[in-house]
């Protein structure tokens, strides 16, 4: 029902900055709860931001660091990430549900990944 493509991972030092995208097609954003999850090398998927209705929600590893947002005019989602620590590399993972619940735990639908690398 719906496509997402992220983008914006990259390689970058600790203490810097980068933004990721997610862009849906098919399917506007407005429609959906949107999140984000991370997979570290040798790691599970692990939630790490999600929005809703009812606000924002971030995992403990990355409160007042990380900043998710979205436009549903644009159909896009957003992560900011500032501070990046090596423990923050990962493959980064957009994901959208109807459910403000399974947004955080088992979302219907998932991008396909982007790396984020961060070197001490």
């Known amino acids: 029902q719906v496509q997402l493509v992220e983008s914006g991972g990259g390689l970058v030092q600790a203490g810097g900055s980068l933004r990721l995208s ?10 959906y709860n949107l999140g984000w999850f991370r997979q570290g090398p040798g790691k ?9 209705w009812s606000g924002t929600s971030y995992a403990d590893s990355v ?15 957003y992560l ?3 501070s990046l620590k090596p423990e923050d590399t ?3 993972y957009c994901a959208a549900d109807s459910s403000s619940f399974a947004v ?17």
Request: charged share 20%.
């Open 22 to 31: 997610c862009s849906a097609f098919g399917r506007t954003f407005s429609s």
């Open 44 to 52: 599970e998927r692990e939630f790490v931001a999600a929005i809703t």
């Open 80 to 82: 900011q990430m500032n």
């Open 104 to 120: 955080r735990s088992a979302p219907d639908y998932w991008g396909q990944g982007t790396q984020v690398t961060v070197s001490s």
């Open 90 to 92: 990962a493959v980064y």
């Open 63 to 77: 409160k007042d660091r990380f900043t998710i947002s979205r436009d549903n005019a644009k159909n896009t989602m």
